[in-house]
């Protein structure tokens, strides 16, 4: 039946800083998650550099690199050195004027066991991602790993109920988001909790509606790179929920850490047997939730 338990991970980090020094940092704290028992490690969204969609400038399509290139072979690598699965999100450049926000999904073996294109794209102050980035299209996909079933979505991703479920209903033992999501410092008196709140608990529905895992890696700290603006204020507050919306790890909201929690098969399915929401899916009457709106 292969393996009922295995120790994932989220790493949380400061990414303010150069391609060439945070895949070096990458690196090293990978390494420290396996030394502390994971076998699934996923990293923050856009890990190789600083948050950069909060400006809509050319420049920044230099941070972008061809599939199977930098992070890719030093991750592989790194995997097949370690024997475990990471989760590796860049900044992919499919070609000229086509770019991705994606993760690659490497198995222990350093192969690829999946990819994945963020699929939803926002477009708020300072989150400008509609310049940089193209829809997913590769879907929501299960990656098989020698680990388990791993699902991967990014950030934006996070607040849809429909991208969990078709994750979940493709066998997915654990839905990892990585993100990068912060306040704006000058709306963090009065919307900050809320905002964090909001975040926290729609993931938390998540894993309670689909009986999975969630486990969110975020990044922390300043990143004011453009002059005369306030920058965003990354939040932290990585987490790792189990299938009942338990929350069995939880990260500060500005310090770097490692979060590690164990996937258990058999009380996840323990879980989906006494509240059966798969089984009770009136599947036969959501045929307009494909509908943009019901008119």
């Not at 991705?100 to 350093?110: E, K, M, R, V």
């Not at 975040?199 to 005369?228: C, D, F, S, T």
Request: with cysteine; glycine share 8%.
């Amino acid at each position: 039946m292969g393996q009922r338990t295995y120790k994932i991970a989220v790493i949380q980090l400061n990414l303010n800083d150069k391609p060439e020094n945070n895949l070096k940092k990458c690196l090293s704290w990978v390494k420290d998650a396996a030394k502390m028992g994971a076998e699934v490690i996923s990293l923050p969204e856009l890990y190789s550099s600083h948050y950069f969609c909060q400006s809509e400038d050319v420049d920044n399509f230099a941070y972008a690199e061809p599939l199977y290139s930098t992070s890719f072979n030093a991750f592989s690598d790194l995997a097949k050195e370690l024997g475990v699965v990471i989760v590796v999100p860049f900044f992919e450049k499919r070609m000229a004027g086509i770019y991705h926000n994606s993760a690659y999904i490497l198995d222990t073996d350093g192969s690829e066991a999946g990819l994945y294109r963020k699929m939803h794209i926002p477009d708020d102050p300072h989150f400008y991602e509609k310049f940089y980035f193209t829809p997913g299209d590769l879907g929501f996909k299960s990656n098989k790993t020698k680990k388990g079933n791993i699902g991967v979505l990014i950030c934006w991703d996070q607040w849809y109920p429909e991208a969990a479920r078709l994750t979940a209903l493709k066998g997915a033992d654990v839905l990892f988001y990585p993100t990068a999501i912060g306040w704006h410092p000058k709306e963090k008196a009065e919307y900050g909790v809320n905002q964090y709140g909001a975040w926290i608990n729609v993931m938390k529905g998540h894993a309670v509606a689909n009986g999975v895992y969630v486990a969110a890696a975020n990044r922390i700290g300043l990143e004011q790179y453009l002059p005369n603006t306030d920058g965003i204020e990354f939040w932290g507050a990585s987490f790792i929920a189990g299938p009942q919306g338990e929350i069995l790890a939880q990260a500060s909201h500005d310090k770097e850490e490692i979060l590690i929690a164990e996937v258990d098969l058999d009380l996840q399915e323990n879980v989906r047997q006494n509240w059966p929401f798969f089984r009770d899916r009136r599947v036969d009457a959501f045929g307009d939730i494909t509908k943009r709106a019901i008119d």
